[in-house]
């Protein structure tokens, strides 16, 4: 069994994408990060960067006690490695794989959520943030497209976590103004992945209450009041 600490956002949907691909049995830890449950001290004993998701395996390889993961990247490997699924296990696709991932962790999701927070969230609309994140953004989603382009299927050939890491944050094309009539291979990938019944069922998981945004948990989510909460722990 195990524990997934997870809120329903783009970086939540890639394990619980992740964990019904494998069809291993978990149970979902709701994480209310809009009344800043992410700086709980049992939260932060698992994910010691305030962040979800996070999972913890009752049964790991190794037969040991429970084992604790956090960032997304490293628990999409870790389930990979548990499992051997998802992937490749020659050195060449295991590490094509593994670069994509990272890109993903370090290009597509940081500059899709800086362009997502200025242009949809942030109180003041900056232009010159908003114009900068959001041509990088569209850098990214054009290095997606070539690369897709030259597999013709998945992001790194076959079907990997390198597709379940990149998925969930193409999910927030239209809100954030993008339309993938400009790339037409991320336009065939996202219609493909999406159709996954495993897929579907980790984006069902857990979805948002509709209560307002209010102010206080703008400060509590975008960081104004992350020393704050911490020290009232």
């Given amino acids: 069994m195990i524990d997934l600490y997870y809120a329903p956002t783009p970086n939540g949907w890639k394990i619980s994408i992740m964990l019904e691909e494998l069809g ?3 149970r979902v830890k709701p994480v209310n990060i809009r009344a800043g449950e992410q700086f709980n ?3 932060l004993a698992i994910s010691p960067n305030n962040r979800i998701p996070a999972i913890v395996d009752h049964e790991p390889a190794d037969g040991g006690a429970p084992f604790s993961a956090f960032e ?3 628990i999409l490997i870790y389930l990979a490695e548990k499992t051997g699924r998802f ?3 020659d ?3 295991r590490s094509t794989t593994i670069q994509w991932v990272m890109w993903q962790m370090a290009g597509l999701g940081p500059m899709l959520g800086q ?3 200025f242009a949809l969230y942030a109180a003041e609309k900056i232009p010159y943030a908003i114009e900068r ?3 990088e953004a569209a850098r990214l989603y054009g290095v997606l497209d070539r690369q ?3 597999t013709g299927a998945y992001v790194a050939g076959d079907y990997s976590i390198a597709d379940i890491a990149c998925f969930p944050w193409t999910m927030t094309h239209k809100a954030q103004g993008f339309t993938l009539e400009d790339h037409p291979n991320v336009k065939r990938w996202y219609a493909e992945v999406r159709a996954r019944p495993q897929v579907q069922a980790g984006l069902a998981i857990g979805k948002f209450v509709k209560e307002p945004f209010d102010e206080e948990s703008r400060k509590i989510m975008f960081g104004q009041r992350a020393k704050e909460v911490l020290g009232k722990k």
């Fill in 133 to 135: 994140y959001r041509d």
């Fill in 115 to 117: 362009h997502g927070h």
């Fill in 87 to 89: 992937l490749a296990g």
């Fill in 72 to 74: 997304t990247g490293a």
């Fill in 148 to 150: 897709l382009g030259k």
């Fill in 24 to 26: 291993l049995p978990y």
């Fill in 41 to 43: 001290p049992e939260f």
């Fill in 91 to 93: 050195l060449r696709g």
